[in-house]
Nanobody, 120 residues
């Protein structure tokens, strides 16, 4: 059974930095896309950043230039370095792994979410 475990959320002042990490565990041959999404209270979940196995990245306009996504394919981990944080970045951040190749086939998984709170 594939599971995603996130870490690194917390409370930070505006202008500060946080680093989120997510590790996929289980019988995994490979993961095509890994990424981060977020959901603020009363809002829909939105894409923050994604990265392909080959290293191609895509960011939401609201975080470009402030956030950096990276991954380690050998360790099935993805990280999100968040700098110059703003109060509007406050949300629950979810890790997602898409097109995970396992002995049972291809599947997708979400992490449990980690809270990021940015105070003004």
């Amino acid at each position: 059974q594939v599971q995603l475990v996130e870490s690194g959320g917390g409370l930070v002042q505006a202008g500060g930095s946080l680093r989120l990490s997510c590790t996929a565990s289980g019988s995994i041959f490979g993961i095509n896309i890994m990424g981060w999404y977020r959901q603020a209270p009363g809002k829909q979940r939105e894409l923050v950043a994604v990265i392909t196995r080959g290293g191609t990245t895509n960011y939401a306009d609201s975080v470009k230039g402030r956030f950096t996504i990276s991954r380690d394919n050998a360790k099935n981990t993805v990280s999100l370095q968040m700098n110059s944080l703003k109060p509007e970045d406050t949300a629950v951040y979810y890790c997602k792994a898409s097109d995970i190749t396992t002995p049972m086939g291809v599947t997708n998984r979400w992490g449990q979410g980690t809270q990021v709170t940015v105070s003004s």
